[in-house]
């Protein structure tokens, strides 16, 4: 057995609380991703004591993370990647803090191959569609001081506001108040890791419906509150999205997130230098942004169909 230092916890349960201490308060990690960490890392935990009764972690072997990955077999290929980048995280983490230790992760080769699935998309029609759909909703309600006239605003408040900047829904619910400058018409966005961007908002009818939605809810914190002044929960963005979905007949599965992709697609599609559309959407690496590239079939059909130089060749038929 390995020898540790008297202040390096050994039990598994208490690795993980401090991995997990480390994350929040050292890393400034999201809470959502604590959270992904702490459920796999605590199904580890679980694996170990019922399966091989171990709860040391410098009884953790090669072998017996090879056996835990058999066991995940019945999982999706994305929630194996992460289930044991989770653990090999943690398990770096201990080894920086111990010089005693060394990684099993070391001695193993994982190669977990994901099937490439393309974003859901749409095209500008079927936005016009729901958006106009919102407006018909709002302009139906006589009653103008009344709640369902003002959740009716808020709702195409949410929905402009997630098309023109193409943020995400959390990030959306997250905004502050002091977030969004309806005077210089831009919101500053909190992303992931934390990470700040400022995006314009360039379009009148969208600063319109929003400031329209400042005078009706008058928000003091969160941008974006609910009836009881709390917080919007991005569950209630996804519900509303569905109930205008339901009372259109759409049956293809919009989410939120759709009205990302399809920022993105459609920018693409104008021309709009994949470099921009990376710093709009608050990717880390181009390489997630590129994945839009692949979604353009529209745009390939356009360039195809003009450019590609088999239509200058010609083949006369003898027998016309």
């Known amino acids: 057995m390995k020898t540790t230092s008297s202040n390096v916890p050994l039990i598994i349960s208490d690795v993980i609380k401090d991995f997990l201490f480390h994350c929040k308060y050292e890393k400034g990690l999201d809470p959502k991703s604590v959270y992904a960490y702490e459920t796999d890392l605590q199904q580890f935990a679980v694996y170990l004591k019922t399966s091989v009764a171990i709860e040391q972690i410098d009884l953790v072997s090669k072998d017996i993370i090879k056996r835990y990955l058999q066991s995940l077999s019945g999982f999706k290929p994305k929630t194996i990647k992460r289930k044991v980048a989770s653990i090999k995280a943690m398990l770096n983490y201990f080894e920086y803090e111990n010089e005693a230790y060394v990684n099993p992760f070391r001695k193993i ?37 009344s709640y369902a006239y003002r959740e009716a605003v808020r709702n195409i408040a949410v929905v402009e506001l997630l098309f023109a900047t193409g943020v995400r829904v959390s990030e959306l619910c997250g905004l502050k108040n002091t977030d969004v400058n309806l005077c210089s018409n831009m919101i500053k966005v909190f992303g992931k890791g934390g990470k700040e961007r400022i995006i314009q908002i360039c379009s009148r009818d969208v600063i319109t419906v929003l400031k329209q939605y400042q005078i009706l809810f008058k928000p003091k914190s969160t941008f974006f509150i609910n009836r009881l002044g709390n917080p919007l929960s991005t569950q209630s963005v996804r519900l509303m999205i569905k109930r205008c979905l339901s009372e259109l007949d759409v049956t293809k599965r919009i989410t939120p997130h759709t009205f990302r992709h399809t920022f993105a697609t459609l920018l693409l599609e104008e021309d709009v230098d994949i470099k ?37 060749i010609i083949i006369h038929n003898k027998n016309n």
């Open 109 to 145: 080769k994982i190669n977990l191959k994901e099937p490439f699935v393309l974003p859901v998309v749409m095209d500008v029609k079927e936005v016009s569609r729901i958006i106009r759909h919102l407006y018909c909703i709002r302009d139906r309600i006589l009653d103008t001081g």
């Open 276 to 312: 921009y559309i990376q710093s709009l959407l608050g990717h880390s690496s181009i390489t997630t942004t590129q994945i839009y590239t692949h979604v353009n079939a529209a745009k390939q059909k356009r360039i195809l169909s003009a450019k590609h130089p088999r239509r200058k």
